[in-house]
């Protein structure tokens, strides 16, 4: 549900230029038209040279605007579709701070169908998700602690568990490997982004093998994932439905002496719900085995927990570019605009038509809230303008991640000359960075810069290999291009 009051402060405050199409949020400051190119940029560096050197293939566009007077400096390519990978979620935060407000957390509970007797909930015990997307271990920690002080030892009833606040989706991206960590399952109840901790050591009688829900102070082990060594030469990683829990298996000749990896969870409540089981037990409380819940429990609640602040949670999504966070943000932004979402395919349709009419972002198309989904289509000039009108409104800048630029050594210049705020965004094969670049005058400037090889990338689809031949060369040779084109408008 919205709260109507911050939301209207917020969107006064922060949001009201972006929507460049709409009468009621009144006339931009700047022009958003494309003017002439000044002649400075002719004595720099040929921006067509640069991608020639960059030897990239495929396609290149980008666009430069002058925040201070909304001229576009340079574009090219500027009206023509990219994938945005995730620069899309700058967009998502956007799009959740105008639908949810600079205040919203999210509500984890434990709720009791029937009153506590002795100790003993006369009735279940629900597990209830709000959606939060970095509920961790921790957290579900303290709320097992938090009621053993609420005097319960144990149910009469069953111990449940709801993830049904949103949508459940298995995966985010059917077209990914299975093993991924970034391209879990999105459920209402999630669990340490949904990723479950394979660790494995070799021994005098064969590897020793633990599948855990590990965080900074538990590391409960959890049936709800399995693990089995198989002498296959390949592929490394299969999946399997085991009905009651996800089977995994891992070719014994890529472990080697010892390791650990994060392997996608696709059951998130059943796999929240045990391990708040165990570490219930481990307080004197007696809960069984977690069973789904079908629909929106109705009862007392007994404990709560409560995310940060949506701006911190964004900032976090945008620092790390985490698929899940993006997913359940955007998925709850939604809900809040529209009342109710069906799936996360409806969720994207629902900010696409919010991108194109309150941002005019001409052209666009989200296949997801995370950028995940090659589908997705966004133009560099569209979204380079959309940057301008956010970044005088302070919204969007201070949550981005400062983008180091190396120095002729090429090691990272902590002192460069050019300063950028932005968001990458990497797919095999697709490069993306958008966001805000000061030069030594102190001239702010907005761009976007999109990269992609779809012959190569086809080439590649369906391989279950995280890393295929020749992706990281090219995706070293993009990011210098990136730095290059950034450089070239710095000097302006």
Known sequence: MTHPISRRLFIGAALSALAGGCAQAGAPAV?????????????????????????????????????????????REGATGFPPASVTKALTALYALEALGPTYRFRTRLVATGPVVDGIIQGDLVLAGGGDPVLDTDALGDMAAGLKSAGVRGVTGAFRVYGGALPYERVIDASQPD?????????????????????????????????????????????????????RAAPIFVYQDGGDHDQWSVARGALGTSGTRWLPVRRPAEYAGEVF???????????????????????????????????????????????????????????ARTGGV????????????????????????????????????????????????????AALRPMLKEFRMRGRNGGFDDNHPVRVDAKTGTLHFVSALAGYATGPSGRPLAFAIFTEEQSRRAAIAGLPDDSPPGVSDWNRRAKGLQQALLERWGSV
């Open 179 to 231: 093993q991924v960590g970034y391209n879990p399952a999105i459920s209402g109840l999630s669990l340490n982004f949904n990723r479950v901790h394979f660790q494995w050591q070799r021994g005098a009688n064969g590897y020793a093998v633990t599948m855990d829900a590990r965080s900074s102070r538990y590391r409960p082990e959890v049936s709800i994932a399995r693990m089995q060594i198989s002498d």
């Open 31 to 75: 022009s958003l038209r494309p003017n002439p190119r000044p002649s400075d940029l002719g004595q720099l560096p040929d921006a067509g040279r640069l991608i020639d050197e960059a030897r990239l293939g495929g396609r290149v566009g980008f666009a430069v605007v002058d925040m201070t007077s909304g001229q576009v400096l340079e574009s």
């Open 342 to 393: 069906a799936s996360l395919d409806a969720s994207a349709q629902q900010m696409t038509a919010w991108a194109r009419g309150s941002l005019g972002l001409e052209g666009a198309r989200f296949v997801d809230h995370s950028g995940l989904g090659d589908s997705s289509r966004v133009s560099p000039l569209a979204l380079a303008r959309v940057l301008a009108a956010a970044q005088r409104h």
């Open 277 to 335: 089981a165990s570490l219930a037990r481990a307080q004197g409380i007696t809960l069984g085995a977690p069973r789904m819940q079908q629909g929106a429990p109705s009862g007392d609640t007994l404990v709560s927990h409560l995310s940060d602040p949506l701006p911190e949670l964004l900032t976090g999504m945008l620092k790390f570019s985490n698929n899940l966070t993006a997913e359940l943000i955007g998925l709850t932004a939604t809900q």
